[in-house]
């Protein structure tokens, strides 16, 4: 590319970046306003897409198809086609065509202009929900609410909601400045969300380790009010019920919890997801039913990018109640952020996770891609395996335990979570390192007392599946060493790194290993898995795995991993060396 270019659109508003340019990083904060990143080859051509949804939520935060069209017109030095720029400034120029207030008892779409009502009625189940139409006008019913955001969100046509929203009943929360203080960043995140009149509901999207559930406690404290808070396990309705006893004037008696066998409702009620998706059928909705008959004034989805289907549910039905969306990556691989968009609301603070870790809130993050050879016999299994097979025999391959070995060995003396997707591997990979292990199998009581001897107690090393991706407060991990993972999991990359973003006491930088089988499926899943965080600014050096088996431990505080003697030779170990080069 040529280095005075270092951007070009493409007609169908894909954008090229070349990500060598000595601009990238401005270039990269410019596009990430309202563009999303969908490739990332390292040390190549950067690939945006510009979508609708993109768009939209540029246009909530304040930008316009016109200046969306200048900013992209400057950086392709190349210039835009007129044709371009109209569809920019069109396709933007949707949000705030369609407005949503009261009217009685009932709500009234009001369009821009008769061809903007004409365009909605004909999408059938939009036109199937609105009754007392004008040329400009349509009226709906009050319980079709969330369900006609939704569709005509999904038919290209965002709604900008002005209904009231209910007070719900008062609750005196106040922050215990003496014990907390909110930092300067989630202050802002607050009043953004509060400030937010053009709606009802928002998401606040702030880097993980940054802090999301003391930013909900602050948003909770300044609108006064009962609040539902919902979030993806019982370990994170426990993390929310401490740092509310630790941090606010609450009463134990405020807070109920409503997950497991405790079924509590009070003026702050914790609940779980699975709760209400209940296996989707008629448990979720009794849940559902009991949750809806108290007057809550505020909503928390926790984690609202993974919210199921029988939550969307929830999120549509409850459409006068203030929502609130927390999340590190408002990203689904489901195609879904519509419905985020439409039912929860959109971005009201989004703050880059370097920005942070330049302040120091954030802990440094050294990225590495480790590379793993194939035993000779896995390989030929590989290569006789179907798509979706291939992707597990990569992720489960036994010569990544010497690896893990080798680094746990290399970090003695950090906090080190080892990380993975399958539980067999999972459970080899404990046996192996001495470690205990934590699973959606291992009773509640027992994930309490493990993460607590990480957090606060002689554990160094802990084996978790997918269960820690989310709401596990563990500030001293340092190391985190991936060895599977979901497909192309954006978020779950990011919420795995997010793991080790604590600030470390000692000041220290942070490390995660991502373990790759190569010349496999594995590698180019890898490829997608980063994208997110490459967006973000991170960068993933490479390292191979017969290195790491020949280094010497970074420390002297213990010369091997506990659980047994590093296997460094027979096959596996000519395997690594044939393949270190």
């Not at 690939?47 to 400057?74: F, H, K, M, N």
């Not at 509901?201 to 930013?215: E, H, R």
């Not at 209940?278 to 809806?292: M, S, T, Y």
């Not at 979706?388 to 990544?400: T, Y």
Request: net charge positive; hydrophobic share 40%; aromatic share 6%.
């Amino acid at each position: 590319m040529d280095r005075d270019c270092p951007v070009i659109v493409q007609q169908d508003l894909t954008v090229f970046a070349d990500s060598a340019h000595p601009d990238y990083p401005l270039i990269r904060s410019r596009l990430g306003r309202y563009a999303e990143l969908v490739k990332s080859p390292d040390g190549g051509m950067h690939v945006y897409r510009i979508t609708p949804l993109s768009l939209w939520q540029a246009c909530a935060s304040g930008l316009s198809g016109e200046r969306i069209a200048e900013d992209l017109d400057r950086l392709d030095a190349r210039g835009l086609t007129d044709a371009m720029k109209a569809h920019l400034v069109r396709t933007a120029g949707r949000y705030g065509r369609l407005v949503l207030e009261d009217d009685g008892e009932r709500l009234l779409l009001s369009a821009a202009d008769p061809e903007t009502m004409r365009e909605v009625l004909a999408v059938p189940a939009a036109a199937a929900i609105l009754r007392e139409r004008s040329a400009v006008s349509a009226a709906a019913e009050r319980d079709r609410h969330g369900a006609l955001k939704r569709e005509l969100a999904k038919a290209g046509w965002p709604v900008v909601d002005r209904t009231r929203w209910q007070g719900g009943a008062r609750l005196p929360l106040e922050l215990a400045e003496d014990r907390v203080a909110l930092r300067d960043y989630q202050r802002e995140a607050v009043r953004a969300f509060c400030r937010s009149g053009g709606g009802a509901g928002g998401v606040i999207v702030l880097p993980c380790g940054a802090g999301k559930t003391l930013t909900g406690i602050g948003v909770m404290a300044a609108l006064g009010c009962e609040t539902l808070i919902l979030t993806g396990s019982v370990t994170s309705v426990r993390q929310w019920k401490r740092e509310l006893l630790g941090g606010t004037n609450a009463r134990e008696e405020w807070i109920g919890e409503y997950a497991g066998r405790r079924k509590e409702v009070r003026p702050i009620t914790i609940a779980t997801y699975h709760m209400l998706a209940a296996g989707g059928g008629d448990g979720g909705r009794r849940h559902l039913d009991v949750l809806r008959r108290r007057e809550w004034g505020l909503i928390i989805y926790d984690e609202v990018h993974l919210l199921p289907a029988p939550v969307f549910r929830l999120a549509a039905d409850v459409q006068t109640v203030r929502r609130l969306g927390l999340t590190a990556t408002l990203v689904r691989e489901d195609g879904l952020e519509h419905d985020v968009f439409s039912l929860i609301g959109p971005v009201r603070y989004d703050l880059a996770w370097r920005a942070l870790e330049t302040d120091g809130y954030l802990a440094k993050v050294r990225c590495v891609e480790v590379a793993v050879p194939f035993s000779a016999a896995d390989r030929v299994r590989y290569w006789s395996a179907g798509r979706r097979e291939k992707h597990r025999i990569a992720g489960e391959n036994p010569l990544k335990d010497d690896v893990v070995q080798k680094l746990v060995e290399r970090h003695a003396g950090h906090k080190i979570l080892v990380i993975g997707q399958y539980l067999g591997q999972l459970e080899r990979l404990a046996a192996r390192l001495g470690a205990p292990m934590v699973s959606g199998r291992t009773p509640q009581h027992r994930r309490d007392e493990r993460f607590a001897a990480f957090r606060d107690g002689p554990l160094d090393v802990l084996v978790v599946s997918k269960v820690a991706n989310f709401a596990v407060d563990l500030p001293d991990a340092s190391v985190a060493i991936q060895v599977s993972g979901s497909f192309g999991s954006r978020q779950e990359e990011a919420q795995r790194v997010g793991r080790i973003l604590r600030p470390k006491r000692d000041g220290r930088e942070a490390r995660f290993y991502t373990l790759v089988t190569e010349d496999s499926i594995e590698r180019e899943f890898a490829r997608r898995r980063r994208r997110f965080l490459v967006g973000q600014g991170y960068a993933y050096g490479e390292e191979r795995a017969g290195s790491i088996l020949r280094a010497a431990p970074e420390t002297a505080d213990r010369s091997r991993a506990p659980g047994g003697e590093p296997a460094e030779t027979g096959e596996r170990a000519e395997c690594m060396q044939r393949n270190a080069d």
